[in-house]
């Protein structure tokens, strides 16, 4: 059975922190991983990873594939309040074409 | 600019109550999603759809169904709501592959009493 798990499950950190969120996954045929940011209504996309060990950065955010250690991390550097959200992790399968989430991590960040 | 709408952003029915929940989309997407989101469990997929009048069981299908006649609209059916189905409901599409983002909309938080 397809399983993605995200850590930690919550983080509370100051204004200017770095933080790093995980997620790993067991996803057949696995082809590609998605993260999403989901602050009060709908997730928006932040970044798409198909090739291991290609980092893909927008602003403040980054986020990189390992494809042997089943692995993704999302780093956030010089954190701001408006950062605070859930963040999610979504492995596609190619076997099935679904996208499989993970329970999220809620991030907040204090002034 | 993409948009996902739904109908509702608050809905409270009563449990037996029969519920609609409509998803737009304005892309000319072929793909469309429903999820619920609850604490603790992430966004579950309960149906989907990869064309018109074409549908598909997502992972937790059991206590809904869907409709889709025209390819910007994809309808979520409670036929007899339960509480256990209280829930924010999420609706997505997509353009056509199986590397494409999703694009969600603002979300449905139905209560059921």
């Known amino acids: 059975e397809d399983k993605v798990v995200q850590s930690p499950l919550s983080l509370v950190v100051h204004e200017g922190d770095t933080v790093t969120l995980n997620c790993s996954y067991e996803?057949?045929?696995?082809?590609?991983l998605l993260w999403y940011k989901q602050e009060k209504k709908a997730p928006t996309f932040l970044f798409m990873l198909t090739s291991s060990g290609i980092e893909k950065k927008s602003g403040r955010l980054s986020s990189i594939l390992d494809k042997k250690e089943l692995s993704s991390i999302l780093n956030i550097t010089a954190t701001q309040t408006g950062d605070s959200a859930i963040y999610l992790c979504?492995?596609?399968?190619?076997?099935?074409?679904?996208?499989?989430f993970g329970q999220g991590t809620t991030l907040q960040v204090k002034p | 600019d993409v948009k996902v709408t739904q109908s509702s952003r608050y809905l409270v029915k009563r449990t037996g109550e029969k519920v609609f929940l409509e998803c737009v989309q304005d892309m000319d997407h072929e793909n469309m999603f429903w999820y619920r989101q609850d604490p603790g469990l992430g966004l579950r997929l309960i149906y989907f759809?990869?064309?018109?009048?074409?549908?598909e069981k997502g992972d937790i299908p059991e206590g809904y169904s869907v409709s889709r006649e025209k390819k910007e609209r994809f309808s979520l059916i409670l036929e007899s709501a339960s509480t256990n189905q209280t829930s924010m409901y999420l609706c997505?599409?997509?353009?056509?592959?199986?590397?494409?983002?999703?694009?969600f909309g603002p979300g449905t938080r139905l209560t059921v009493l």
């Open positions: 979504a492995p596609l399968s190619s076997n099935t074409g679904k996208l499989i």
């Open positions: 759809s990869y064309d018109v009048k074409m549908k």
């Open positions: 997505a599409s997509s353009p056509p592959g199986l590397a494409a983002e999703q694009f």
């Open positions: 996803v057949t045929n696995f082809r590609s």
